[in-house]
């Protein structure tokens, strides 16, 4: 009573994004990779994948080969740096449709462009449903019986929910975040 929590839609039949295969897309070398790392909240004031995408000759200007996106992970709130995660396997909304994102990608792979996630897996804030599903509401934390999370922190400077990384369910869940990433966006 007295709190909201943010819903979701199931939709059973989304629109599936068509990726390009025109092209032959190669990952640059790592030890060649020339990074620009951007907040898309800062860096336009569209603050859209579809204003970032107008943008791409811009980047191709810089003769860069990798954007490295700051946490485009659903957060709380509807305007954050997105350290604040809340759903780890969903863009957030306020960037705009997650196809526009994997349109964002394709079109900068076509360029040879990589697009690299930055991504906080080292703790959750409240609203992820990770925290609520084991929850003491008497103490206002995590449960002693959470799968994913610490009761307390294990250092000093955390913030959020603090991820209990040596739990087989955390490591299960870390991989199948990465694994989403991957597939589903091609970062």
């Not at 030890?31 to 951007?38: A, K, P, Q, S, T």
């Not at 994948?49 to 709380?76: C, G, H, K, T």
């Not at 400077?157 to 589903?184: C, I, Q």
Request: glycine share 4%.
């Amino acid at each position: 009573v007295g709190q909201s929590f943010p819903v979701g839609v199931f939709q059973t039949r989304p629109s599936v994004y068509q990726w390009d295969t025109t092209y032959n897309y190669q990952k640059p070398d790592t030890r060649d990779l020339i990074i620009y790392e951007l907040l898309l909240r800062d860096f336009d004031s569209q603050h859209t994948w579809n204003a970032l995408i107008n943008r791409l000759d811009y980047f191709d200007s810089l003769n860069i080969n990798a954007i490295q996106l700051m946490p485009v992970m659903e957060f709380e709130g509807n305007e954050s740096w997105g350290y604040n995660p809340m759903f780890m396997l969903a863009p957030d909304k306020y960037y705009g449709p997650a196809n526009d994102l994997k349109r964002f990608i394709d079109l900068c792979h076509k360029r040879g462009i990589a697009v690299i996630l930055d991504i906080t897996l080292n703790h959750q804030f409240g609203q992820s449903p990770l925290a609520r599903m084991y929850w003491d509401n008497a103490n206002n934390q995590p449960a002693s019986n959470n799968p994913w999370f610490n009761t307390f922190p294990r250092h000093d400077f955390n913030v959020g929910y603090d991820m209990n990384h040596e739990s087989p369910h955390t490591k299960y869940f870390a991989k199948r975040v990465f694994k989403h990433w991957l597939e589903e966006y091609k970062v």
